[in-house]
């Protein structure tokens, strides 16, 4: 079957890095994305890689490892408008996303 | 409007009554997916439309119907809703059904009791 694996939930503090690993097992690969999402929100799309390596975008940073199934978000210079869940998403052989639970990340001050 | 509007933003059910949530984007995407998020679970697809006048069947489709008549809107019917259908449903799009990224709707809070 199909997984997205992603930690429950994480606590960093306000001004400080944090890294949310996502290792995946689908079948076929067209691109893993990163959403953010808000208590009570839509998911807003952050990020897509499709090829391995570290794609940078402001404060947050992905990469991809396509022969390892793994990804991770990378943000930086934390703020607490930041506690949010964050969404991996692989896109399969079908072109459908197939997602993770999500993983909700608290900032304390 | 910008983006994409769902509708109603809540509803209370009674078991076994029929409803639609409504969605209409104005971004002229072709593709529209209909999802639904319960806690502890990754979103996941009910239904789908690759363009106007075809659907396809996602990852949870039972108890669900779809239509396609036009760019815009893209209504998901549950005929007879039952209480595990309780959760809240997101519409999202994207301007085609391979990588494109996929926006969201603010969603549909829906309870059946």
């Known amino acids: 079957g199909q997984n997205i694996d992603q930690p429950t939930e994480m606590t960093a503090t306000e001004g400080a890095i944090v890294q949310i690993n996502c290792t995946y097992q689908?079948?076929?690969?067209?691109?893993l994305f990163w959403y953010q999402q808000h208590a009570g929100e839509a998911p807003t799309f952050l990020s897509y890689n499709v090829l391995d390596g570290l794609e940078e975008k402001g404060r947050f940073s992905s990469f991809l490892s396509r022969s390892k199934g793994y990804s991770y978000l990378l943000l930086k210079e934390l703020q607490m408008k930041d506690s949010a869940s964050y969404l991996c998403?692989?896109?399969?052989?079908?072109?459908?996303?197939?997602w993770g639970a999500g993983t909700k990340l608290i900032i304390k001050p | 409007i910008a983006g994409i509007t769902q509708a109603p933003t809540s509803q209370i059910l009674a078991a076994g009554r029929r409803m639609t949530l409504r969605c209409t984007q104005d971004m002229r995407h072709n593709a529209m997916y209909w999802y639904r998020q319960d806690l502890g679970l990754g979103l996941r697809l009910i239904h789908y439309s690759n363009t106007a006048g075809t659907t396809g069947k996602g990852e949870v489709p039972d108890g669900y119907s779809v239509s396609r008549a036009n760019t815009d809107d893209f209504p998901l019917t549950l005929a007879s809703a039952v209480p595990s259908q309780t959760s809240v449903y997101f519409c999202?799009?994207?301007?085609?059904?391979?990588?494109?990224?996929?926006?969201f709707g603010p969603g549909t809070r829906l309870t059946v009791l």
């Open positions: 998403a692989v896109m399969d052989s079908n072109y459908q996303l197939i």
């Open positions: 999202a799009s994207s301007d085609s059904q391979d990588t494109d990224t996929q926006y």
């Open positions: 689908t079948s076929g690969f067209n691109g």
